[in-house]
C-alpha cells in the first residue's frame, strides 16, 4: 500500500531563508508525486508534479522538488521564503499504472517570520 | 475556463440530518474525486466517479454516498450525520480517469451540531 510521511507538522522560517519542507513515500511501483498548497478557506493548488524523466522537477512560486528514488523521498525547496509562502503544504502519491486515487500526507503548515 | 465551483460553501447540520453536496468540474473534465479533510485525519478519499460510474472508494461507511451526473458534475450524499462528519469536503475534476493531475475546488465546510 502506498503512504506518504512528511516530517514535521509545522515549519518556521525566516523571510529570506530556504524553506526545506520534507515528504517521504512509501510505493511498491515507480510513483507519481505531487506537491500541494492549501491557503486559509481555500482548496488545493498544484505547486509541482514528477511523473517520469527528469528528478528535479520546478513548480510555480519559485518553487522546486527532487525525485530521490534511493532515499524514497521528494522535498519542496525554495531559495528565499516570501510572506505569501505562508500556508499548508500537501505532499501526496499515487501510482504510474492504472487508476489509483491520490494519497495524501499529514500536511506542513509553513509559518514565515518577517 | 472556470475553475471547480462546490455549492454550498458552508452547511450548519443537526445529528441524524441528512446533507447533499454538489461539485461542477471543470468544463471538459470527465473524472471527479472527492476528500474529507479534517485536522485530526488530514486528506482522505471518499470515492471517484467517471462517466457516472464509481471508480473507486475509500474506506467510509455507507453513509456517504455519491453520484455522477450526464454532464459530469457530482453530488455526494452524507446520511445520518455524526459529529465527526464535521470536515472540509473537497472535490477535484480531472481531464480523464487515471489523469492523475487534479483540480480542486474550494471545498464545502459542513459543521454538525
Known amino acids: 500500500a502506498q503512504s506518504v510521511t512528511q516530517l514535521g507538522s509545522h515549519v518556521s522560517v525566516s523571510e529570506g531563508a530556504l524553506v526545506l519542507l520534507r515528504c517521504n513515500y512509501s510505493?511498491?511501483?515507480?510513483?507519481?508525486l505531487f506537491w500541494y498548497v492549501q491557503y486559509p478557506n481555500q482548496g488545493l493548488q498544484l505547486l509541482l508534479k514528477y511523473t517520469t524523466g527528469a528528478t528535479l522537477v520546478k513548480g510555480i512560486n519559485g518553487f522546486e522538488a527532487e525525485f530521490k528514488k534511493s532515499e524514497t523521498s521528494f522535498h519542496l525547496t525554495k531559495p528565499s521564503a516570501h510572506m505569501s509562502d505562508a500556508a499548508e503544504y500537501f505532499c501526496a502519491v499515487s501510482y504510474t499504472s492504472g487508476n489509483t486515487p491520490l494519497v495524501f500526507g499529514k500536511g506542513t503548515r509553513l509559518s514565515v517570520i518577517a | 475556463k472556470a475553475g471547480v465551483t462546490q455549492t454550498p460553501r458552508y452547511l450548519i447540520k443537526t445529528r441524524g440530518q441528512q446533507v447533499t453536496l454538489s461539485c461542477s468540474p471543470i468544463?471538459?473534465?470527465?473524472?471527479v474525486s472527492w476528500y474529507q479533510q479534517t485536522p485530526g485525519q488530514g486528506l482522505q478519499f471518499l470515492f471517484e466517479y467517471f462517466s457516472e460510474t464509481q471508480r473507486n472508494k475509500g474506506n467510509f461507511p455507507g453513509r456517504f454516498s455519491g453520484r455522477q451526473f450526464s454532464n459530469s458534475r457530482s453530488e455526494m450524499n452524507v446520511s445520518t450525520l455524526e459529529l465527526g462528519d464535521s470536515a472540509l469536503y473537497l472535490c477535484?475534476?480531472?481531464?480523464?480517469?487515471?489523469?492523475?493531475?487534479?483540480?480542486f475546488g474550494p471545498g464545502t465546510r459542513l459543521t454538525v451540531l
Open positions: 477535484a475534476s480531472s481531464y480523464n480517469l487515471g489523469n492523475n493531475e487534479q483540480f
Open positions: 468544463s471538459g473534465h470527465r473524472s
Open positions: 510505493s511498491s511501483v515507480p510513483p507519481y
